[in-house]
């Protein structure tokens, strides 16, 4: 029997413990296991890398959430997305990457994949022309995407890229960690492999760094699961109990996200200190449509455009009292920062330099009227 988003969430890969039957699952804090004889490991568990209890409870939940045979749990976002590469690629690959993205993600590509001879184009997600053009025949390993990205909420149309990179014998992978399972599944949309960084809206409470893997075949999530254990970059099993215990609430923060984000962009749309507003739920918004089909709901994240230039946004970032000035994303508090002086610095000068006018919100669980009071002052 199938059950719904927020049934798995509780449940999925978390039965009651089979010794004691305790409802939520221990934390196995334990590097090694004792093993009965020679070659003889208690159900797997030898070694921690290989396996964890803990880290099996949050991979099997994962995978149940995105719809996906093989979950992985990593150190980090970044530590996934790293471990992806190499399992996929060769030197002399060729890979097409958005051209707005997280700015540690693009210096994974441009500071380290290229001198290990991995070779890339920036390409813009929301258009499949350019996405296609960018494609080397025969070169291509992967089409890799966020939607929304970050910090400029372009919006990919998953099953239209999904066909252009299937065309090319390359993965399509979808950085889902601005939307969460909850909101997009684009293994749904044919995507190859989804890309978490848990630290956000999964995690949930801003207590915890971690990344994740969701594979749609079981042959190369394998893959992915032999090249975690041997690259090393797992998820510790108390960051991963913390991570199952945010995801138990994912579906009500995220309607909480979106209803507070929905109220503030509004008011930011149109407001006289503040020029573009860039949120896929208004109907300005060029992925407006593509959003609305592939996505339950439009997120809570939110970029502006300052209407007085750089250093307006500057001030907003610094007046702001209650969205807390950080990077970051996806907790239950509001945070604000200016990417291009903070989260996408180490994109500057590149194809995926961001404005400097652009302030991001990421719109918390807070009572939305005091979240909106603290913009009014912010704003100036
Ligand atoms: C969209 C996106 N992908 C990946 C990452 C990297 O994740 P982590 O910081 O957990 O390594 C981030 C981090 O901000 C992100 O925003």
């Not at 372009?154 to 014998?169: F, N, P, R, S, Y």
């Not at 999530?221 to 913390?242: K, S, T």
């Amino acid at each position: 029997m199938s059950h719904g988003f927020e049934t798995l969430a509780i449940h999925a890969g978390q039965d009651p413990e089979a010794r004691t039957g305790a409802v939520i699952p221990p934390i196995y804090q334990t590097s090694t296991y004792a093993q009965d004889a020679v070659g003889a490991p208690r159900q797997g568990y030898e070694y921690s890398r290989s396996g964890n209890p803990t880290r099996d409870a949050l991979q099997e939940c994962l995978a149940a959430l995105e719809g996906g045979p093989v979950g992985l749990a990593f150190a980090s976002g970044l530590a996934a997305e790293d471990t992806l590469l190499r399992t996929v690629c060769r030197p002399g690959d060729h890979v097409v990457i958005p051209d707005d993205a997280y700015g540690g993600t693009y210096r994974l590509f441009a500071k380290v994949a290229e001198r290990w001879g991995l070779e890339y184009t920036p390409a813009k997600v929301s258009d499949p022309d350019a996405v296609r053009a960018a494609i080397r025949p025969g070169t291509t390993k992967i089409v890799w995407v966020e939607t929304p990205t970050n910090p400029l909420l372009g919006i990919a149309d998953i099953a239209t890229l999904a066909g252009v990179a299937h065309d090319a014998d390359a993965l399509l992978v979808v950085d889902n960690t601005f939307a969460s399972p909850y909101l997009q599944q684009p293994i749904a949309h044919g995507a190859d492999v989804v890309v978490h960084s848990t630290t956000k809206y999964i995690g949930g409470h801003s207590d915890v760094v971690g990344g994740a893997l969701i594979a749609a075949d079981r042959s190369l999530g394998e893959e992915l699961r032999y090249h975690q254990n041997a690259m090393g970059a797992v998820n510790g099993p108390f960051d991963a109990w913390l991570t199952l215990r945010g995801i138990k609430t994912l579906g009500v923060r995220m309607d909480r996200h979106c209803d507070n984000a929905e109220r503030i962009a509004a008011y930011l749309d149109g407001h006289a200190k503040v020029g573009q507003v860039i949120y896929p739920g208004l109907p300005a918004h060029p992925g407006h449509e593509v959003a609305a089909k592939q996505m339950r709901r439009f997120g809570g994240m939110i970029s502006f455009r300052a209407a007085g230039g750089e250093e307006h946004a500057v001030e907003i970032c610094n007046r702001a009292k209650l969205f807390v000035l950080a990077e970051s994303l996806g907790g239950v508090e509001s945070l604000i920062e200016h990417p291009g002086r903070m989260t996408h610095a180490s994109a500057a000068g590149s194809p995926l330099e961001v404005p400097g006018d652009l302030v991001r919100l990421s719109v918390g669980i807070e009572t939305v009227d005091d979240l909106l009071a603290d913009l009014e002052q912010a704003l100036g």
